[in-house]
């Protein structure tokens, strides 16, 4: 019912039906076939020169993924004018990304200055080629990449599955994904703003002040695991700033065949490789333990007894360590420094079931923080 709403005053939660998209005004007339089809060809002619002069006869567009207010992505099969010559290779999809605010402008000038960096070429991880930008729109338009799943899908059948063979070939694409990772981290592309510890820090700090809310008394448990954390950061110094995806999960790799492909560089910046790897490892750790990285929510609490729990986490443990050996290959890391953003990445987790009310998850990632606190020592002396 339009204009709906409710308020519930015991949680200071506010209720009311999804409104008309304001924000992502050009989702319009990129969601129709023919709209779309001359925006898409003015702007690959202007944004490209490989591509100058294309004539795009039909778009076909798929909205693949939509957060109102936000963000979305709409595929495109395109289909070009008989005019083209037949045995030029040209895109067959593209897909199209609007933005509500900077990061689209962000993802492209990264993306392009990647393409020029040897990770153009890369025989390692394949990226979308960057096709075109529109200012005014907030629209980024780049080229395909192959998938036939994301690695967090095939991880999460891995971990269900829970056989040798399954998770040695989970294994297999985790030591691409790291390497893969170490040579993006190697690129020496010096964009994006830096982000460090402290930012972090400043961030769980705003999820614990909205949490304050509703729950007082959760910014004085938090305050001694913080506490420690920064101990543990003043004893190990950071290393030296790399180029960072700086969201990178599972699902922003791509899998096809035996190639791997990274996508989302909406928040690519200047960080230790830390960041990176923490972030990664700690939703490894999460779907290990929940099959869930807190994309979906469960109706019901935790359904594993305690021996299961422990060999979930077992699993997901020795699937990380694995893939900071392989990284090690490519790339040096302080360790240390990887299990400090990842505890705080985790306890981010726990912050997030709690104010998405996504109590399903809690009772498990609350086992992970605290075995993970116990397995990298964050208890007891320095």
Request: negative net charge; aromatic residues 8%.
């Amino acid at each position: 019912m339009p204009g709906w709403h409710a308020v519930i005053p015991d949680l200071n939660l506010k209720l009311k039906t999804q409104e008309s998209e304001t924000v992502l005004g050009s989702l319009a007339f990129l969601t129709d076939p023919e709209e779309s089809r001359h925006f898409l060809m003015r702007n690959i002619q202007a944004g490209s020169s490989k591509y100058q002069d294309i004539e795009i006869q039909a778009s076909n567009p798929k909205v693949v993924r939509y957060k109102p207010g936000s963000r979305c992505t709409v595929l495109y099969h395109l289909e070009y004018s008989q005019n083209m010559r037949p045995d030029r290779q040209l895109p067959e999809l593209v897909v199209a990304k609007i933005y509500r605010g900077v990061k689209g402008k962000n993802a492209f000038d990264s993306m392009m200055a990647l393409w020029d960096s040897p990770m153009g070429s890369s025989g390692t991880v394949q990226i979308a080629e960057p096709l075109a930008y529109n200012e005014q729109e907030r629209v980024m338009i780049q080229g395909p990449i192959r998938e036939e799943k994301t690695l967090k899908r095939f991880m999460i059948a891995a971990f269900n599955a829970g056989t040798p063979e399954a998770i040695e070939e989970l294994n297999q694409v985790m030591r691409k994904t790291a390497a893969g990772l170490a040579e993006l981290h190697q690129s020496n592309v010096a964009l994006g703003q830096v982000w460090d510890l402290e930012d972090e820090m400043s961030e769980v700090r705003e999820r614990i002040e909205r949490l304050s809310t509703a729950y007082p008394d959760v910014a004085q448990a938090a305050d001694p695991l913080l506490d420690r954390l920064n101990q543990f950061g003043a004893v190990y110094p950071p290393d030296p700033l790399v180029p960072t995806h700086g969201s990178f999960r599972p699902a922003q790799v791509l899998l096809y065949r035996d190639e791997i492909g990274f996508i989302d560089f909406d928040s690519f910046c200047q960080s230790e490789p830390a960041n990176d790897l923490a972030l990664f490892l700690s939703t490894v750790m999460s779907l290990g333990m929940t099959n869930s990285d807190f994309d979906e929510a469960r109706d019901s609490g935790s359904t594993m007894d305690e021996k299961t729990r422990q060999a979930r986490f077992d699993a997901a443990m020795s699937l990380s360590e694995n893939f900071l050996d392989e990284y090690e290959k490519h790339s040096p890391v302080s360790r240390q420094r990887v299990a400090l953003w990842e505890t705080l990445d985790i306890f981010m987790l726990v912050l997030h079931g709690w104010i998405k009310v996504k109590v399903g998850e809690l009772s498990d990632i609350l086992y992970l923080l605290e075995r993970f606190l116990q397995a990298k020592k964050f208890v007891g002396p320095l």
